[in-house]
């Protein structure tokens, strides 16, 4: 009885489980540690920021010039995600309607499903011009 536990098929099992486990928490940690080291990259950052613009003269208004840079930088890239994710999303939706369609024929209107993700993709590359840049 204690031998059919130990069957090629309940190995496989806890070698997934262990596996699963060990991904889930490596992921974690991963996080974690990104996480600090983003804290801590802010946290002198800042400081260092501070420091500057306390000091009285050319300094002061170069934080606040790399502060300025630092966000139309951000934000120009946010932009340009949006933009990037919704022409490749709408690629893919225009690319599934366009195989379900030869794929099934033009009887079954299965194919119309195609227009969601092209609908989405067009969305977010629209989206990405009401991000407004600090130039604008």
């Known amino acids: 009885m204690a031998n059919e536990f130990a069957g090629p098929e309940s190995m496989v099992f806890v070698f997934l489980a ?5 991904l889930f928490s490596m992921i974690a940690i991963v996080n974690w540690s990104d996480a600090r080291r983003k804290e801590r990259e802010a946290y002198y950052k800042n400081d260092m920021l501070k420091k500057v613009a306390d000091s009285q003269g050319p300094g002061a208004n170069s934080a606040l010039e790399l ?5 139309r930088i951000s934000t120009l890239r ?3 995600g949006l933009q990037i994710g919704g ?3 709408g690629a893919a939706g225009l690319g599934v309607l366009i195989f ?3 794929l099934l024929g033009r009887e079954q209107g299965v194919y119309l499903c195609g227009l969601i993700p092209l609908f989405v993709g067009m969305a977010l590359f629209a989206s990405s011009y009401l991000v407004k840049t600090a130039t604008d």
């Open 18 to 22: 262990v596996g699963a486990v060990a």
């Open 67 to 71: 502060m300025r840079e630092e966000a």
């Open 78 to 80: 946010t932009k340009q």
């Open 87 to 89: 022409l490749i999303t």
């Open 100 to 102: 379900l369609r030869v």
